[in-house]
């Protein structure tokens, strides 16, 4: 499939994201498709690609145009005598000509190599774009963490003020006691996990705004609920859009092609180079001379031929050229193999996440209905704490392991849109 190469700045489509202030619809500055936009044109690795492309467009013209023109004059210190006159000073004018096909050939394979380039270039923008997104949806995962263990926190709170009272009320002091104890100790745990998911909140920020060329302590914002990401295609139809849509394939593919020029081109160079131009004469009139043409200029066109006889570099620059194209076939081939393990390995990432999103939301909303009865219970002393913390832990672990299944889900998605090169969102 031929593509025109396209001048002009391309633009790198990188993967919306659909994440919305709540209540408002509003979409704000730090949000995961304003932190695309900002990497689309800040991120370094994909101005490296651009500055590529466009320097290999630059070699499209260079390769088409002939050989500059060579222009010799020699001046006669002692007039050299003739016939028809004393020769002052000689000038000669040559051009040479490849043979046919071969400058056509040459701008073929420039323009395909820049073609790849190009290709190289959006693979560029669409790592990146899964780069910040998959990094977005951790920190997410650790910010939505750390809200829950504060609740957690407040929930164990609670439960130590009813301990609490317990411990006065009851006639076995030192066991009331205990319980309280074990109430702190969970406290502190969580307290612990607090200040964790602080320095990982810091080092997440850091790494999306590494991506943004930005400052590495600038905030970076995320939603308190995420919209679940879903692709816009069937997942069967996932590997006829990598073989179609997949910068890598198209960029290998695209250079298997540039070799084929190549060899062409090699072959060719084989063949005679003509050269064709003039040679120019100056004369001055000679005193003994009595011919009509005494001091006339003369003008003679030229006609050079090289003649490549040494045929083994030409051989072997053909060889060259086929074997590089059979590489980049080989490549293609081995590269097409990876992405297909590579959907696989996504798709289970997805479905996975998609069970475990639907599990734990269902074991959430029974836990928290346990929670509730059994914090009743205890606090009318009809339950026991081992039992109120045991149901408490449960409810904080489906809560969280609820969120990170919601993150995983767009992370695969993200995933996959990166392997069929597409940008849409439902």
């Known amino acids: 499939m031929k593509r025109k190469i396209n001048k002009r700045l391309p633009a790198i489509v990188l993967l919306a994201g659909s994440c919305f202030f709540s209540g408002l619809g509003q979409q704000l500055p730090d949000s995961l498709a304003a932190c695309l936009a900002t990497a689309a044109s800040n991120n370094p690795e994909i101005r490296q690609k651009l500055n590529e492309y466009q320097a290999a467009l630059q070699s499209v013209p260079q390769a088409a145009g ?92 609670t439960i130590e003020r009813l301990a609490t009272v317990r411990f006065r009320s009851a006639s076995d002091g030192n ?77 290998l593919e695209l250079e298997k092609q540039s070799y084929e020029a190549r060899s062409e081109k090699a072959g060719k160079m084989g063949y005679p180079v003509v050269g064709m131009g003039l040679d120019y004469s100056v004369m001055g009139k000679k005193t003994t001379s009595a011919s009509s043409m005494n001091g006339t200029d003369m003008l003679m066109p030229m006609v050079s031929l090289t003649l490549p006889l040494y045929r083994k570099k030409y051989q072997a620059k053909v060889k060259e050229a086929e074997l590089l194209a059979n590489a980049a076939s080989d490549d293609y081939t081995a590269t097409a193999n990876m992405l297909q393990t590579e959907y696989y390995e996504a798709v289970q990432h997805y479905r996975d996440a998609r069970r475990r999103f639907e599990l734990y939301s269902d ?39 609820k969120a990170e299944a919601l993150a995983d889900i767009n992370t695969a998605s993200a995933r996959l849109r990166r392997l069929i090169a597409s940008a849409q969102v439902n």
């Open 66 to 157: 002939l050989p500059d023109p060579e222009l010799t004059a020699g001046v006669m210190l002692m007039p050299m005598e003739l016939v028809n006159g004393r020769q002052l000073a000689d000038l000669r004018l040559m051009q040479m000509f490849p043979w046919f096909g071969v400058l056509r050939n040459a701008k073929n394979e420039m323009s395909l190599m820049a073609r790849a380039k190009y290709e190289v270039y959006r693979d560029a923008g669409l790592k990146v774009s899964y780069d910040v997104s998959s990094s977005w949806y951790e920190l997410y995962k650790v910010r939505t963490s750390a809200d829950i263990t504060q609740r957690n926190l407040e929930i164990l709170e």
């Open 175 to 251: 066991f009331g006691l205990a319980d309280i104890y074990r109430i702190q100790m969970e406290e502190g745990e969580l307290k612990n996990h607090l200040e964790l998911m602080k320095d990982q909140d810091k080092v997440i920020t850091a790494r999306v705004n590494g991506y943004l060329d930005r400052q590495a302590d600038k905030p970076v914002y995320t939603p308190d609920s995420l919209m679940m990401d879903t692709l816009a295609i069937s997942l069967y139809d996932v590997p006829d859009s990598i073989m179609k849509n997949n910068p890598i394939l198209a960029m």
């Open 363 to 401: 074991q959430y909303v029974l836990a928290s209905k346990t929670l509730d009865i059994i914090m009743t219970g205890y606090a009318t002393s009809s339950a026991q704490l081992t039992d109120l913390l045991r149901v408490r832990q449960q409810v904080y672990d489906y809560e969280l392991k």
